[in-house]
């Protein structure tokens, strides 16, 4: 029986295919299947790459048209992603408003290196953002009040303060004196820069003395925290504002948490040194959406603004 079944499968298969004399099989041209190449036409072509990007605190992937247009705000899960300065001033001034102070530039007093040059450094951060230090000052209005607006980049070397950043918050605090215009500094950085020593270092205590003289003759200061706000930047100017206010899940502190862990040998509380920890436990004002921020700042402008009006 299985004899006959092998014989009539060895049938078959010699009916499609022919025997050769070396015992071979050729297959007949219908067994063949014809390759052919894909060639796209020129223009058509698909990309993807850079399209979309992941939120990481609920995992989502985010068409990044949705997520510029959303302000930099995941739709599922609320989570603040960083915001470029150019972005943020256009965000929250009238249009009309004024970039000022802008021909600073860093040098390299210690000649620093560590993996790179620090020189290069400065290179690749100023063709990366444009920008020649991590800050950009601005003039103009929120809603009705004429404000100076201080804003930092964290994409220059993670918004690390420098002389320069120091010279240009400083440059703030004058025009701010002059006209008698509140203050606004948009804090997002990892602290003092330390390729520059303590160069950057003087920049906490110069930037904190300006504004004791602001606090001297009552012009408001607002100081915005973003994510993160670290290092020197959190020990000087940052938490000295008339309004202490930040973002929601804002990276808020001097040490980082895995240092302070380190150092103390304890495990630390859930959501320690963000925003909403620091809220709960005294040390900002508000938390506020970047939706509503706008919003918020012109209320608080004007009721601050009132205070300053002499009695009669």
């Known amino acids: 029986m299985f ?3 092998l014989m009539r499968a060895f049938d078959t298969i010699s009916e499609a295919r022919g025997v050769c004399g070396g015992g071979c099989f050729l297959a007949k041209s219908w067994f063949k299947r ?3 190449q894909i060639i796209p036409t020129e223009g058509h072509e698909v990309r993807t790459e850079g399209l979309w990007t992941k939120c990481d605190q609920c995992g989502k992937v985010l068409f990044k048209a949705d997520l510029d247009a959303n302000l930099q705000v995941c739709m599922n899960c609320g989570r603040h992603f960083k915001f470029d300065a150019r972005s943020r001033i256009e965000n929250l001034l009238e249009p009309g408003y004024e970039l000022v102070d802008l021909d600073l530039r860093s040098t390299d007093p210690l000649t620093f290196v560590d993996l790179k040059p620090y020189k290069r450094r400065l290179e690749q951060a100023q063709k990366k953002t444009g920008l020649n230090d991590a800050i950009i000052n601005a003039i103009g209005k929120i ?3 004429d404000v100076v607006l201080s804003v930092m980049e964290y994409g220059f070397i993670g918004g690390s303060m420098g002389a320069v950043v ?3 918050i400083a440059r703030a605090v004058d025009r701010s004196l002059a006209t008698r215009h509140p203050l606004i500094i948009v804090s997002a950085s990892g602290g003092a820069r330390m390729m520059e020593g303590i160069a950057s270092l003087m920049q906490l205590a110069k930037v904190s003395a300006g504004l004791a003289k602001m606090d001297d003759e009552k012009i408001p200061y607002i100081s915005l925290m973003t994510d993160p706000t670290t290092g020197g930047v959190t020990a000087s100017f ?3 504002g008339d309004l202490n206010i930040a973002e929601p899940g804002a990276l ?3 040490a980082g948490p895995r240092v302070i862990e380190q150092t103390i040998r304890q495990k630390l509380p859930p959501g320690f040194q963000r925003s909403e920890f620091l809220l709960e436990h005294g040390f900002l004002d508000a938390i506020v959406q970047r939706k ?3 919003g918020y700042l012109t209320q608080a402008l004007g009721w601050m603004g009132k205070a300053q009006e002499p009695e009669a």
Do not use: V, Y
Request: negative net charge.
């Open 3 to 5: 004899a006959h079944r």
């Open 34 to 36: 014809d390759t052919h």
């Open 143 to 145: 809603g009705p009040q």
């Open 166 to 168: 120091g010279e240009t």
């Open 238 to 240: 940052a938490m000295l």
């Open 252 to 254: 808020i502190g001097f």
């Open 292 to 294: 509503d921020l706008k």
